[in-house]
């Protein structure tokens, strides 16, 4: 079983629609972070978010982290072409662990 | 500052033979972790590296190993490939260790390695 599950695995949208994708687990976590991954390249840090209830907003994203600090939300407001990618949330213990993923395709 | 280097990008192999790949960090840092990404499995943790001692792993087989060199450039070895281990194998460096806290990790864009 993963320790992070992200919903929903695929989401294709037409541009300028708004969409939200999930990220939920069973365990307490002190901070999460979100990274996307665009084709060909490595993931990219978008945020990270420490304190339950946290709301962070990076342009057109916003980053929720659940008040129990156990799951986390990111909202895109009038998607674009660019937002195409790989999101991946992850946390960490020991080593970082990441979640399913959510490959996002925004057409034009 | 240059970002993380991995080398090759892409190789073929076929079953039963060995690969390493290389990975440069960005220049003062000291972690380097590697990943193994596939459609099925997602972002899998295989080892990492800080001042040249491995001190976390994850779990895969034996065949699965790496080093890391006083510079901090870290290589990973793949031995009696099979086809299961077809992905793409991330780098990922960092500051401090993957334990620390308000850690970031910068990747590289991987090496995809494709078992025939």
């Known amino acids: 079983t993963q320790l992070l599950e992200q919903s929903p695995q695929f989401l294709s949208i037409q541009e300028g629609e708004n969409l939200t994708v999930y990220c939920n687990s069973s365990?307490?976590?002190?901070?999460l972070q979100w990274y996307r991954q665009e084709p060909g390249e490595g993931p990219v840090l978008l945020v990270t978010v420490v304190t339950g209830g946290e709301v962070k907003k990076l342009k057109r994203l916003t980053f929720q982290f659940g008040d129990a600090r156990k799951d986390s939300s990111l909202h895109i407001t009038a998607a674009q072409p660019g937002d195409t990618g790989l999101y991946l949330c992850a946390v960490r213990s020991n080593q970082f662990y990441f979640g399913t993923g959510t490959s996002l395709t925004v057409i034009p | 500052k240059a970002g993380v280097t991995q080398t090759p990008r892409y190789l073929i192999k076929t079953r039963g033979q060995q690969v390493t790949l290389s990975c440069s960090p960005i220049s003062g840092h000291r972690s380097v972790s590697w990943y193994q990404q596939t459609p099925g499995q997602g972002l899998q943790f295989l080892f990492e590296?800080?001042?040249?001692?491995?001190?976390n792993k994850g779990n895969f087989p034996g065949r699965f190993s790496g080093r890391q060199f006083s510079n901090s450039r870290s290589e990973m070895n793949v031995s009696t490939l099979e086809l299961g281990d077809s992905a793409l194998y991330l780098c990922?460096?960092?500051?401090?260790?993957?334990?620390?806290?308000?850690?970031?990790?910068?990747f590289g864009a991987g090496s995809r390695l494709t078992v025939l």
């Open positions: 365990s307490v976590f002190s901070s």
């Open positions: 990922a460096s960092s500051l401090a260790g993957q334990a620390s806290g308000a850690n970031v990790l910068t």
């Open positions: 590296y800080f001042s040249e001692t491995q001190r």
